[in-house]
């Protein structure tokens, strides 16, 4: 960029931010006031001095030949009022402003709706998972108690066989020891028998012990009265 250049780029970039600071913005004004006459001209007398555009009147008659028809305005105090109004200010359909407020007083309630329904959806969405939620635990569950039967299905059969295994021992038991009562009942009457045996051995003994000591001492008496022994 050149020296000279330069001062002549800013004073244009000055002049466009004046200018840009200057300016002012401003819309035109679509509003229209219509007087409400009590004959059908120009003329006539207003009975209202001046309906604003987008007011709803009743139509009461068909359009006459000067282009006035007759209508009737109700006012905020709920009074009526008839005249006549130039057919070119009747329209069948709301202004572009009503019908644009009553387009953002429905997409307000559509989204009033949608929101309801968003929340309603959420709600449905935190149910189904709540509801997922559970019967994923509910299988877990029946898993859990399905393995438990499983095991105690085992337990009561290793139960019975164990039953069977101790009624099996017990009855061995009550045999051996039916057996035991028995061997021992024996061996009561043999030890009864032996003691008896070597009671009555014992006295033989010691009556034969008797009988050889009175025999011994009879032969030591005799030999004693013979003189010696021979």
């Known amino acids: 960029m ?15 931010f004046c200018g840009s600071v200057l300016a ?21 007398a207003p009975v209202r001095q001046a309906l604003k555009s987008g007011t709803r009147v009743e139509i009461l008659n068909p359009t006459i ?24 200010y009747l329209v069948s359909e709301p202004i572009a402003r009503d019908q644009l407020r009553a387009l953002e007083t ?19 969405l935190e149910t189904q998972s709540n509801a997922q ?16 039967l499983a095991r105690i299905k085992l337990l009561s059969s290793d139960a019975q066989n164990l039953a069977d295994q101790l009624a099996q021992a017990q009855k061995r ?11 021992q009942s024996s061996q ?5 028998e032996a003691e008896q045996r070597w009671f009555l051995i014992g006295s033989g003994i010691v009556f034969l012990s008797l009988l050889i000591g009175f025999w011994v001492s009879r032969r030591i008496y005799h030999r004693s009265l013979s003189g010696g022994w021979s």
């Open 2 to 16: 050149s020296t000279r250049q330069a001062p002549l780029r800013v004073a244009l970039a000055a002049l466009f």
């Open 24 to 44: 002012e913005t401003a819309y035109v004004r679509d509003t229209l006031y219509v007087p409400l006459r009590a004959e059908p001209n120009s003329e006539a």
């Open 65 to 88: 030949e000067s282009g006035y028809r007759l209508v009737r305005f109700q006012e905020p105090n709920g009074n009526t009022v008839d005249g006549y109004i130039q057919t070119q």
């Open 106 to 124: 429905a997409l307000e309630a559509a989204e009033q709706v949608n929101n309801l329904l968003k929340a309603e959806l959420d709600s449905v």
């Open 133 to 148: 939620e559970a019967a994923a635990q509910a299988i877990e569950r029946l898993t859990q108690t399905e393995d438990e």
């Open 173 to 183: 038991l009550e045999t051996q020891s039916a057996t035991l009562v028995k061997l």
């Open 188 to 192: 009561a009457e043999r030890r009864q």
